[in-house]
């Protein structure tokens, strides 16, 4: 099902790799902080020990969760997180659209699969035509940066 944005933009190109990273960098500050609060909870929850195997296991189960719905959120609701919104970039489908909570899955879990290989999966957008990352492939979605907005004259 196509879920088109409010607004059409008609010049829009793909994302450039580095304003892709600095975006990357900027989420993954905010994942830090959703991870590090995460342990403080499970910390105190646990009365200080979090060294067994299920407490651990647990925790970093909650922070794989609360990851996935940190970018399901956003590349659901308007196709930004918050680092994408500070570099005018935006993840939409092929035809344009928003992403379904399937797609963000996908793009989330093979997002993991780019890294792994020393980021080659990220890298490869660097060789391709289209411009497009291995998870961008697979869950058939892509990165386009967004035009500068005019101002208005008073």
């Keep these: 099902m196509h879920r088109p944005f409010r607004e059409e933009i008609p010049d829009i190109r793909p994302a450039t790799f580095g304003k892709r990273l600095l975006a990357m960098l900027y989420d993954f500050l905010i994942l830090v902080s959703i991870w590090l609060g995460v342990a403080i909870l499970a910390t105190v929850l646990n009365q200080g020990a979090v060294d067994s195997p299920l407490g651990r296991a647990a925790m970093q189960s909650a922070q794989f969760c609360l990851s996935f719905l940190f970018f399901g959120y956003f590349w659901t609701r308007n196709g930004q997180t918050l680092g994408m919104q500070a570099w005018r970039l935006r993840?939409?489908?092929?035809?344009?659209?928003?992403?379904?909570?399937?797609?963000?899955?996908?793009?989330?879990?093979?997002a993991i699969i780019s890294w792994i290989p020393l980021g080659l999966g990220y890298i490869w957008m660097l060789f391709s035509d289209e411009k497009l990352t291995w998870h961008d492939r697979w869950s058939e979605t892509c990165i386009v940066a967004l035009p500068k907005r005019e101002r208005k004259k008073r």
């Design 91 to 110: 993840v939409q489908t092929f035809d344009g659209g928003r992403l379904s909570w399937s797609q963000a899955l996908i793009r989330f879990l093979c």
